[in-house]
C-alpha cells in the first residue's frame, strides 16, 4: 500500500494557474507510475494525466493537453500537476493515483489500473 495526500488545490479565475502537488509514503514510490483523475461535480472520474516510475515518459488526456503538465520527484516522493490556462470545465476534485502494478511501463488512463488513491483536492475556476 502507498499513502498519497494531495495539497494545492483552491479557487481560480479563468485563465490563472495552480500546481497539485501529490506526497508519497508507504512503499517504494519511485518504483511506480502514477496519475491525476479529476471528478467533477455530478460525473464520473476522469483521467487527466500519467507518468511513468522512472518519469521518462508521460501522457494526458485531449481536453487538458498543452495546458497541464504532469512531473515527479521520486527524491521527495512528490508528483506534480501544473495547471495553466484553467477554464471553468476544469472545477472538480483533483486525485493523484499510484499504479497498481511495481514497474510498469505503460502508461494507463483507466481508473482500475490504480489501487491506492489520496482524498483529493478541490480546484474552482470562476468565470
Known amino acids: 500500500q502507498v499513502q498519497l495526500v494531495e495539497s494545492g488545490g483552491g479557487l481560480v479565475q479563468a485563465g490563472g494557474s495552480l500546481r497539485l502537488s501529490c506526497a508519497g509514503s508507504?512503499?517504494?514510490?519511485?518504483?511506480?507510475?502514477m496519475a491525476w483523475f479529476r471528478q467533477p461535480p455530478g460525473k464520473e472520474r476522469e483521467f487527466v494525466a500519467a507518468?511513468?516510475?522512472?518519469?521518462?515518459?508521460?501522457r494526458s488526456a485531449d481536453s487538458v493537453k498543452g495546458r497541464f503538465t504532469i512531473s515527479r520527484d521520486n527524491a521527495k516522493n512528490t508528483v506534480y500537476l501544473q495547471m495553466n490556462s484553467l477554464k471553468p470545465e476544469d472545477t472538480a476534485v483533483y486525485y493523484c493515483?499510484?499504479?497498481?502494478?511495481?514497474?510498469?511501463?505503460?502508461?494507463?488512463?483507466?481508473?482500475?489500473?490504480?489501487?491506492?488513491w489520496g482524498q483529493g483536492t478541490q480546484v474552482t475556476v470562476s468565470s
Open positions: 493515483a499510484s499504479d497498481r502494478q511495481r514497474g510498469y511501463n505503460l502508461l494507463r488512463m483507466t481508473a482500475v489500473a490504480y489501487d491506492s
Open positions: 508507504g512503499r517504494t514510490f519511485s518504483s511506480y507510475a
Open positions: 507518468i511513468t516510475w522512472s518519469g521518462a515518459s508521460t
